[in-house]
């Protein structure tokens, strides 16, 4: 059993005790996989909850990722970890988010759950902004990684991913020293012919998970999918389609199930790449030149 932060354990009895549980704490244990914040696995006699906390948080980082949850959830589409606490850093406890524990196993999706995730993700993706008079963006923005993801609504989705996705990756990127002269070049250029290959015709507003890679989805209860760590925002349903293909961990099956559902439209293959420069950009300002080489074939295959 691990020693939480001073001050930490103690607030958590609180909100378990206000939750109805007052069971004895059998263990936490540390879990792995995140770069950004301390986790680990709370379990009493009652039940498993799943905490995350960090002494040095990002601005908001919790409450933005406890409101997209909810947010998530409400739409009843797919399944998300309920939040049932969140905390900004005080001079007694580090910022924390607590949720319930979904995961059965430290296994990867069955190919079942494979293909619920499909049918599911088609089906958030039918969700509309029409409460936000079909605008591209978000009320708020929100993190990719540790980078700011910024969401200003914006009626036209090429605007929307020029200049609140490819833009602000430049530009970090700049500050970062990881953006040469022939990059930066080739990146604006690009950017100048987006309506070149993107045509957004009647291109509707889709929910989106945001950073739907394969570590983001846990093999939870009852043989069921959850979608983890989001960042969502209004955009185009082929950008989240796209960056489940980057990292992998999706089979057949998923895009199977997703196309049965809602078919994609021609030539999504040809823009994939061109959305999946987005994550490229922030992993190469999250984590170096390693991704340079990635993100320089892209440029050089579309400019």
């Not at 993700?121 to 700011?148: M, P, T, V």
């Not at 200049?163 to 930066?184: F, T, V, W, Y």
Request: with cysteine; charged share 20%.
């Amino acid at each position: 059993m691990i020693l939480l932060p001073e001050g930490l354990a103690a607030k958590l009895r609180e909100i378990l005790k206000s939750l109805g549980d007052t069971s004895r704490w059998e263990g936490v244990s540390m879990v792995s996989g995140g770069s950004i914040n301390h986790a680990a696995q709370l379990n009493t006699l009652q039940r498993s909850y799943f905490l995350k906390w960090n002494g040095d948080p990002l601005p908001n980082m919790f409450s933005i990722e406890a409101e997209s949850l909810a947010y998530l959830a409400s739409k009843r589409v797919v399944n998300v970890p309920e939040v049932f606490a969140w905390e900004e850093k005080t001079q007694q406890t580090p910022a924390f988010i607590l949720m319930e524990w979904v995961a059965e196993n430290d296994s990867r999706p069955s190919s079942l759950q494979q293909q619920i995730l499909g049918e599911q993700l088609a089906c958030l993706h039918q969700i509309s902004s029409s409460e936000y008079d079909e605008k591209f963006g978000l009320w708020f923005d929100n993190y990719i990684g540790s980078n700011r993801q910024i969401n200003a609504w914006n009626t036209d989705w090429i605007t929307f991913f020029r200049e609140a996705r490819l833009i602000p990756q430049l530009d970090l990127a700049e500050r970062n020293g990881r953006m040469d002269h022939s990059r930066r070049k080739k990146l604006e250029r690009l950017i100048s012919k987006l309506h070149v290959y993107i045509n957004p015709g009647s291109l509707r507003p889709s929910l989106l998970h945001g950073d739907l890679w394969g570590g983001n989805v846990v093999s939870g209860r009852n043989n069921q999918p959850y979608l983890i760590d989001p960042a969502i925002y209004f955009g185009d349903r082929e950008a989240d389609l796209a960056f489940t293909e980057l990292f992998g961990g999706f089979s057949p099956g998923f895009y199977r199930a997703y196309q049965e559902v809602w078919p994609l439209e021609s030539g999504y293959s040809d823009r994939k790449n061109l959305y999946n420069l987005y994550h490229l950009l922030n992993h190469l300002n999250l984590f170096g030149e390693s991704y340079g080489s990635a993100v320089d074939s892209i440029l050089n295959k579309y400019s």
